[in-house]
């Protein structure tokens, strides 16, 4: 934030461009094994509910017509990613969150932000179709 409250967009936007850490892969399971207390039964469940979500979050952050309803659905998006461990899509999100305060200033973001969804419902629909 600057000061007066504002909202630094750019700071947002270097952050979510930093490259994914550890393997690189999009999905920390790590984290995802530390937030479900190593429940595989669990992981399944958050994945599917994020799988589920993600598409529908993205669609109403296309769509929206005005600012604050795009700004809910990536301010939801950005809280699943985080707790299933996807934190490119989270900063994106976040990033996306922050511009749609700026008119137009969220479009460049939004394909970023797509990409990264796209490869996080990947990796997941292969970590269910992997149920043991």
């Known amino acids: 934030m600057r000061d007066g409250g504002d909202v630094d967009c750019e700071a947002v936007r270097r952050d979510a461009a930093?490259?994914?850490g550890g393997d690189g892969r999009p999905l920390d399971f790590a984290h995802l094994d530390r937030?479900?207390?190593?429940?595989?039964d669990l992981q399944h469940e958050v994945l599917g509910m994020f799988l589920a979500q993600?598409?529908?979050?993205?669609?109403r952050i296309r769509s929206s017509a005005d600012g604050d309803s795009g700004r809910r659905a990536a301010h939801t998006l950005k809280?699943?990613?985080r707790g299933i461990?996807?934190?490119r899509v989270a900063r994106?999100?976040?990033a996306v969150e922050m511009a749609e305060r700026v008119p137009g200033d969220a479009a460049h973001?939004?394909?970023e932000l797509t990409a990264a969804v796209e490869a996080v419902d990947r990796v997941i629909r292969q970590e269910l179709g992997n149920r043991a």
């Not at 937030?35 to 595989?40: C, I, K, V």
């Not at 993600?54 to 669609?59: C, H, T, W």
């Open 92 to 94: 994106l999100a976040e």
């Open 79 to 81: 809280g699943s990613a």
């Open 18 to 20: 930093r490259p994914l």
């Open 85 to 87: 461990g996807a934190f």
């Open 35 to 40: 937030m479900t207390f190593g429940s595989r």
């Open 109 to 111: 973001l939004f394909g």
């Open 54 to 59: 993600s598409q529908a979050l993205l669609d």
